[in-house]
């Protein structure tokens, strides 16, 4: 029997807004979300949650959070932040508002072990992984949030998905037509903040259809833009547009139905967040808003040294005036078909475009290279590689327009990390309902990318401005007309993943039971088209006619190649829930996961022949186990988990502010905690909820280095055994980043017209490194919201409300790069958002 059929019947008791909130939509794909509706709901009782936020009563550890708990938050804010206050969930914000991107984990996990999904479609980059938190979809359009703890539903389509899963859902489209429009503006309230424009603005549309076919077609359509000043610096900006769309296609009176979306998003940012190099992060308050070294204006051009090649000035390469523009697209379809009172069909599939980089400059020289090679090199003769120099353009090339070529003029120009990504899905699930209490689900998901990773080269304005953030679209050609880039290389992802699930009840409907598999099988194609110079991947991307002159000049580099790597793993996923009483509730699940080696990593071992034992990148494997106990009622909802999960091979990665990545195999480590949350009504107008989460990890083995320096000697960090091989202490210590406690909560109060919300979240130590030598002291947010509607004017669809973050401005260190054995040259930290004020009107026709 299907949940659409409960809640029919569901007791007059229940209101129509904790129905909708009741929607056990939990799962990642569509098939997963029909799958459990079957045996979620039993003994007449609904799980409607409090203050937004609902633990469903599934063998797996899991959260949901309702539109109740998003729209109480900042309008235009990233989904991540808005589930913060999930039980072992972290996310530090990069601004107030939600468009810079931030740090997030679960359970200490980064996002490149977390599969995040919108409307079941995958969003991590299919290279590294990478969650990009800022280029989610508009708040306003999310029905609920679906986090899965610890493991993920066994057709998500995802090779790297240790640490849990993120799905976002989309709202169907009303029955009636209308249009909301919301427009905010805010601006940083914090001592030192004035003097410069960091003020935010954003207006959002949405317009309903309604019903406009007979067979009860109905959409909608938004858009949105946001503007904001630079958070801490007194130069940059940040904007963002978005549009979206569905077209949802009800069939017959099962709940059948098709479903096209789109989602576009243009963002054209400034880095910010305060980058300082974690070897001199002092905090200091005062010194939190300051102003971009190099001054602002600049003007680009030579220093005057008088040397050859003259080296131009600094200007245009600060980080605060690199941009990290990104357009990023998709179209997602979702079905459900009802083949028989027994079978159901249910296909979901996606298209999605990523064009993006993440802005930096180099230095050029034109009309020269050494050996008379051009192309762009990480190591070159001592003078130039002194000066920074990377892109080398022998011959008539006048990179600086003074009319003279050859000159070998050194000029800055721009030179991101380009990325442009085409990408299917496709998730199948075949389900049949054995009898009321048994039902069977076979699964097959589909996923292929197409990564193209260049570097070209790009003109900068005489004020260090590009004249196109995007230099692939207009580059700096060589004599030839040929592109020089600095890295390039294609790769295609593809995953064909079977799985298989068994559901039951037994005892009067006491007891149920999952019992699934999946079977991924993962492989990546790999196209070097640089040359590869070290062992630490290196490369040096010369012109392609002249390869063979330069191998032959360089015998120790290794040409431009081509590897196809698999992986692939059974992993069995097993839950139980028992109900030791209509509201009181026991759980337990056990899931094998599997992550496989980023893109970044794999290209890493080109230097060695395919062949070598060196050349091969392990896949990081997990066991991870949850016991759950849970209570809910119409007044009281509470939840305590306790989780226990074992890794092998434990890959972390560290990026530096260049977005250059370094992976590191830990080898073992063990990772525990526990989740609980309690939320209560003790009268209608008031809702209370409170959370906590302890997590520890326990690396258990020296990390493998290849030195010792002599600060980590004398600190007995680091040793060398009898064999002469370095290792980092590691054993014994915790992962880095991950917060040891996450503590908090939020209150409610609902007076008619008039509501008013307070949330606060404290997050624990957190360390800068893997041997622990760095540590960054814990922190408390507090946040408010306020909110009017206009009802009683005769107004009922428009409303207001004020968003104050930080309440207290606390100044606290916010995300941060990290490493094995930082801090280093290229650790950065960013300061967590300071105090900010918006205020919203929405109204609606």
């Known amino acids: 029997m299907k949940f659409t059929s409960l809640l029919s019947t569901a007791t007059s008791t229940i209101a129509v807004g904790a129905a909708f909130l009741a929607v056990p939509a939990v799962a990642q794909s569509t098939g997963s979300s029909d799958f459990e509706n079957t045996i979620v709901v039993t003994g007449g009782r609904i799980n409607e949650g409090v203050a937004g936020v609902r633990t469903p009563d599934s063998p797996k550890a899991k959260v949901e959070v309702s ?14 932040e808005i589930i913060n206050l999930v039980p072992g969930v972290s996310f530090t914000n990069n601004d107030p508002w939600g468009s810079s991107g931030g740090s997030f984990t679960i359970r200490g996990f980064g996002s490149d072990r977390i599969s995040q999904t919108l409307d079941g479609i995958p969003l991590n980059d299919s290279g590294n992984y990478a969650v990009y938190t800022n280029q989610q979809v508009d708040a306003e359009l999310i029905e609920t ?12 389509p995802t090779p790297a998905a240790v640490g849990g899963t993120v799905n976002i859902n989309t709202k169907v489209p009303d029955d009636k037509f209308g249009i909301i429009t919301s427009m905010s503006y805010g601006d940083i309230a914090a001592e030192g903040s004035g003097g410069e424009d960091r003020s935010f603005q954003r207006f959002f549309a949405k317009v309903e259809t309604g019903e406009f076919t007979s067979a009860g077609t109905k959409a909608w359509f938004s858009g949105s833009y946001s ?60 010194l939190r808003f300051y102003d971009v070294a190099g001054g602002i204006p600049c003007t680009t051009g030579p220093t005057g040294s008088g040397d050859f090649p003259d080296a131009p000035n600094s200007c245009g390469s ?36 990523v064009k993006a980089n993440g802005g930096g400059t180099s230095v050029a020289i034109e009309g020269y290279a050494p050996g008379g090679f051009t192309g762009v090199f990480f190591r070159t003769e001592p003078t130039l590689a002194a000066r920074g120099a990377a892109y080398y353009y022998y011959g008539n090339v006048d990179l600086n327009g003074d009319g003279v070529t050859g000159s070998g003029d050194a000029v800055r120009i721009l030179s991101p990390s380009q990325t442009n990504t085409r990408r299917w899905v496709a998730i199948a699930n075949l389900a049949y309902e054995i009898d009321d209490a048994n039902s069977l689900r076979l699964s097959y998901s589909f996923d292929r990318a197409r990564h193209r990773q260049t570097g070209p080269g790009g003109f900068l304005k005489a004020n260090g401005e590009p004249f196109d953030v995007f230099p692939i679209d207009d580059p700096i050609l060589d004599e030839y007309g040929n592109r020089i880039d600095k890295r390039d290389r294609l790769s295609y992802a ?6 298989g699930e068994y559901r039951g009840r037994f005892f009067d409907d006491q007891l149920t039971v999952l019992l699934g598999l999946r079977a991924p099988f993962f492989e990546r194609e790999l196209n070097q088209y640089c040359v590869t110079t070290s062992a630490s991947g290196n490369v040096n991307c010369v012109g392609s006619s002249l390869v063979g002159d330069y191998l032959e000049a360089n015998p120790s580099a290794v040409g431009p190649a081509s590897r196809t790597i698999k992986y692939d793993k059974v992993l069995p996923n097993l839950g139980a829930v028992f109900k030791l009483t209509p509201a009181l509730s026991i759980a337990a699940s056990y899931a094998k996961n599997i992550s496989a080696p980023s893109t970044d990593a794999l290209y890493g071992t080109f230097f060695y022949e395919a062949s070598d034992p060196l050349a091969r990148r392990v896949a990081e494997t997990s066991d991870s186990f949850d016991v759950s106990l849970r209570y809910a009622s119409p007044v009281l909802q509470a939840a305590i988990t306790g989780w226990y999960s074992k890794y092998k091979n434990r890959i972390v990665t560290a990026t530096d502010i260049d977005g250059n990545s370094t992976d590191t195999n830990l080898g073992v480590v063990k990772k525990y905690g526990v989740d609980a949350s309690v939320g209560v009504l003790p009268i209608p107008e008031l809702s209370l909820y409170a959370f906590a989460s302890y997590i520890n990890s326990d690396i258990q083995n020296d990390a493998f280095v290849g030195s010792c320096t002599a600060d980590f000697l004398a600190a007995d960090l680091c040793y060398v055994d009898a064999s002469g091989d370095s290792y980092l202490r590691t054993s014994g210590k915790r992962e880095r980043q991950a917060p040891d406690w996450l503590v908090g909560g939020r209150a409610e109060l609902n007076l008619g017209d008039f509501s008013a919300g307070a949330q606060a979240k404290y997050t624990g130590n957190r360390y800068l490194n893997d041997i622990n030598s760095v540590k960054f002291k814990g922190y408390t947010v507090v946040d408010l919201n306020l909110r009017y509607k206009l009802e009683s004017l005769g107004l009922d669809k428009t409303e207001v409300q004020l968003n104050v973050t930080n309440l207290f401005d606390k100044f606290y260190v916010g995300s941060f790069s990290g490493s094995l054995a930082s801090p280093g040259s290229g650790d950065f930290v960013n300061f967590g958002s300071p105090r900010a004020i918006s205020a919203t009107l929405v109204m609606g026709f």
Do not use: C, M, W
Not at 67 to 80: C, D, F, K, M, P
Not at 321 to 347: E, V
């Open 67 to 80: 539109q109740e708990l998003i729209s109480a938050q900042r309008a235009g804010q990233s989904v991540n």
């Open 145 to 156: 949030v679906n986090v899965n703890l610890g493991s993920t539903d066994v057709d998500s």
């Open 227 to 286: 503007r904001n000043g630079a958070t801490f610096a007194n130069y940059g900006k940040v904007e963002k547009k978005q549009f979206n769309g569905k077209i949802y296609q009800p069939i017959g009176v099962d709940g059948d139905f098709i479903s096209l979306a789109g989602h576009y998003n243009v963002n054209r940012n400034n880095f910010g967040g305060s980058p300082l190099s974690a070897q001199a992060i002092r905090l200091d308050k005062d």
């Open 318 to 353: 600060q980080f605060e005036r690199r941009y990290n523009p990104s357009n990023t697209g998709n179209l997602r379809l979702n079905s459900l078909f009802h083949l028989s009172d027994k079978l159901t069909l249910s296909i979901d599939g996606a298209y999605q475009s």
């Open 494 to 499: 593809t995953l064909h993943q079977i799985s």
